[in-house]
C-alpha cells in the first residue's frame, strides 16, 4: 500500500503563488505515476496534472497549463506542485494521487490508485 499526505495549501490573491508537497510512504514512489486533482464545493473532482514515474513526461489539463509546473523527487518520495499566477477559480481542496499504469492516458479520478487527504486552496480576488 501506499499512504500519500499534502501539505502548502493556504489563502492567496489572485496573480500570487504557492507551493503543494505530497509525501509518500509504503511501496517506493517511482513505481507510480503521480498527479493531482482538484474538487470545488458542487462539482466533480477534476484532473490537473499528472507525471510519469521517471519524471519525464508532464501532462497539464488546459486551465492550468503554462501556470502550474508539476515535479516529483524519487530519493526524496515527494512530488510538488507549483501554481503561479493563481485566479479565484482555482479555488478547490487539491488532492495528490497515485497510479499504477502510466500517466499519459490519466485523465479521470477513477483510474487512481491512491489518494491523499487533501489540502484547501483558496484564491480570492
Known amino acids: 500500500q501506499v499512504q500519500l499526505v499534502e501539505s502548502g495549501g493556504g489563502l492567496v490573491q489572485a496573480g500570487g503563488s504557492l507551493r503543494l508537497s505530497c509525501a509518500a510512504s509504503g511501496r517506493t514512489s517511482d513505481s507510480y505515476a503521480m498527479g493531482w486533482f482538484r474538487q470545488a464545493p458542487g462539482k466533480e473532482r477534476e484532473f490537473v496534472v499528472a507525471?510519469?514515474?521517471?519524471?519525464?513526461?508532464?501532462y497539464y489539463s488546459d486551465s492550468v497549463e503554462g501556470r502550474f509546473t508539476i515535479s516529483r523527487d524519487n530519493a526524496k518520495n515527494t512530488v510538488y506542485l507549483q501554481m503561479n499566477n493563481l485566479k479565484p477559480e482555482d479555488t478547490a481542496v487539491y488532492y495528490c494521487?497515485?497510479?499504477?499504469?502510466?500517466?499519459?492516458?490519466?485523465?479521470?479520478?477513477?483510474?487512481?490508485?491512491?489518494w491523499g487527504q487533501g489540502t484547501q486552496v483558496t484564491v480570492s480576488s
Open positions: 494521487a497515485a497510479r499504477g499504469n502510466i500517466a499519459a492516458t490519466w485523465r479521470r479520478s477513477e483510474q487512481s490508485d491512491y
Open positions: 507525471i510519469s514515474r521517471g519524471g519525464g513526461g508532464t
